[in-house]
């Protein structure tokens, strides 16, 4: 941090003198391109500090610019152009970015501290915030200058808002906001009304105790509390008892039997069981059964009608309302059965 503090110094005073940081000291002119940032740079620090000594003024200006390319909301500013951070004076290939940075912006401080970035073709604002508190600025993105693309704004996760303070106001905090480089400003802190602490219940209604579980409790809930808004106290919500295991289910009704599986298996469903309130038991819910394996009509039509009529799916047959019995009538049944004959006629359609 310390030699970067010293780079920093050499390079201020480089430019107030009209020198590059990455000269020889042998007092030649320096390249066009650094003389280029040389002259931006001193012009915009007059802007920023009027009536100051230059060397103070650009000194003054390098800071306010490294402040300003931390606030999320300028990155793209200063991305567009290639302007590094920190803000690099210290030859062509870190500094160039800034010239034509500052042709097209105006960066300005009132006498309370206040900076401004404003637009030199428009005159529009585009960022205003105390420089002690750049975090608090007020961002236009629509004051960019053209072809710099604003950042998104973020969308944030909050925590819950805090208890009503004496002065009617309420805070939270934000958790997270996305996407990563947006730019907004969280709704920190609202109004509310206070009011003198709620005073702790003393009595309670309470509901019928529940079922009695099997780690031997059962619990209850409180219906209202007294005195009339009050908060907290000691309800009693639940109790020791003694569980009653309830009967094993001896008998059951079902559901039918599904279609048999691929894996020869079907299954059913307990619709009722008793006696009433009874538990586990061993219901029957699979049995094996023979698979049938589906017709397949697109293949018998493959095998055996396509040669005559053409493929399945621009066949002469589509559109003719072809059925079991018009196959019959035309002999054409090849000895399949009559849920093959079926399977052909669905797979044609209508």
Same mark, same amino acid.
């Given at each position: 941090?310390?030699?970067?503090?010293?780079?920093?110094?050499?390079?201020?005073?480089?430019?107030?003198?009209?020198?590059?940081?990455?000269?020889?000291?042998?007092?030649?002119?320096?390249?066009?391109?650094?003389?280029?940032? #040389?002259?931006?740079?001193?012009?915009? *620090?007059?802007? =920023?500090?009027?009536?100051?000594?230059?060397?103070?003024?650009?000194?003054?200006? +390098?800071?306010?610019? /490294?402040?300003?390319?931390?606030?999320?909301?300028?990155?793209?500013?200063?991305?567009?152009?290639?302007?590094?951070?920190?803000?690099? +004076?210290?030859? %062509? @290939?870190?500094?160039?970015? =800034?010239?034509p940075l500052l042709s097209v912006v105006k960066i300005t401080r009132d006498r309370e501290g206040n900076v401004?970035? $404003?637009?030199?073709? #428009?005159?529009?604002?585009?960022?205003?915030?105390?420089?002690?508190? =750049?975090?608090?600025?007020?961002? %236009?993105?629509?004051?960019?200058?053209?072809?710099?693309?604003?950042?998104?704004?973020?969308?944030?996760?909050?925590?819950?808002?805090?208890?009503?303070?004496?002065?009617?106001? @309420?805070?939270?905090?934000? +958790?997270?906001?996305?996407?990563?480089?947006?730019?907004?400003?969280?709704?920190?802190?609202?109004?509310?009304?206070?009011?003198e602490p709620p005073v702790n219940c003393s009595s309670f209604t309470y509901s019928d105790w529940g079922a009695?579980?099997?780690?031997?409790?059962q619990t209850r809930t409180v219906l209202t509390s007294s005195p009339e808004g009050c908060t907290g106290g000691?309800?009693?919500?639940?109790?020791?008892?003694?569980?009653?295991?309830?009967?094993?289910?001896?008998?059951?009704?079902?559901?039918?039997?599904? *279609?048999?599986?691929?894996?020869?298996?079907?299954?059913?469903?307990?619709?009722?069981?008793?006696?009433?309130?009874?538990?586990?038991?061993?219901?029957?819910?699979?049995?094996?059964?023979?698979? $049938?394996?589906?017709?397949?009509?697109?293949?018998?039509?493959? @095998?055996?009608?396509?040669?005559? %009529?053409?493929?399945?799916? $621009?066949?002469?047959?589509?559109?003719?309302?072809?059925?079991? @019995?018009?196959?019959?009538?035309? /002999?054409?049944?090849?000895? =399949?059965?009559?849920?093959?004959?079926?399977?052909?006629?669905?797979? +044609?359609?209508?």
């Amino acid at each position: 941090m310390q030699m970067n503090r010293i780079l920093n110094s050499l390079a201020v005073g480089a430019l107030v003198t009209g020198l590059t940081v990455s000269g020889c000291g042998d007092g030649s002119s320096p390249p066009a391109a650094d003389a280029q940032v #040389t002259a931006a740079v001193r012009m915009a *620090a007059k802007e =920023l500090s009027p009536g100051v000594a230059p060397e103070q003024a650009v000194k003054s200006f +390098i800071d306010v610019l /490294n402040e300003l390319r931390t606030v999320p909301a300028l990155a793209p500013l200063f991305e567009s152009y290639r302007v590094p951070r920190p803000v690099a +004076i210290e030859g %062509h @290939q870190g500094s160039t970015g =800034l010239v034509p940075l500052l042709s097209v912006v105006k960066i300005t401080r009132d006498r309370e501290g206040n900076v401004t970035v $404003t637009n030199r073709e #428009t005159g529009g604002l585009i960022f205003s915030a105390p420089l002690i508190d =750049l975090a608090s600025g007020v961002f %236009h993105p629509e004051n960019l200058p053209a072809g710099v693309i604003p950042p998104t704004a973020c969308t944030y996760t909050y925590s819950d808002w805090s208890a009503c303070q004496p002065d009617g106001t @309420q805070t939270r905090t934000v +958790i997270s906001s996305s996407p990563d480089g947006c730019t907004g400003t969280p709704v920190l802190t609202q109004s509310c009304t206070y009011g003198e602490p709620p005073v702790n219940c003393s009595s309670f209604t309470y509901s019928d105790w529940g079922a009695c579980q099997p780690d031997g409790t059962q619990t209850r809930t409180v219906l209202t509390s007294s005195p009339e808004g009050c908060t907290g106290g000691s309800p009693v919500l639940s109790q020791q008892c003694t569980y009653t295991p309830p009967a094993t289910c001896t008998s059951f009704t079902y559901s039918d039997w599904s *279609a048999c599986q691929s894996d020869g298996t079907q299954t059913r469903t307990v619709l009722t069981s008793s006696p009433e309130g009874c538990t586990d038991g061993s219901p029957v819910l699979s049995q094996a059964c023979t698979y $049938t394996p589906p017709i397949d009509g697109a293949a018998l039509y493959g @095998q055996y009608c396509a040669s005559c %009529h053409g493929p399945l799916e $621009t066949g002469d047959l589509k559109g003719k309302g072809i059925t079991v @019995q018009m196959i019959k009538d035309s /002999n054409m049944t090849f000895g =399949l059965t009559d849920e093959q004959l079926q399977a052909i006629v669905s797979a +044609i359609g209508p």
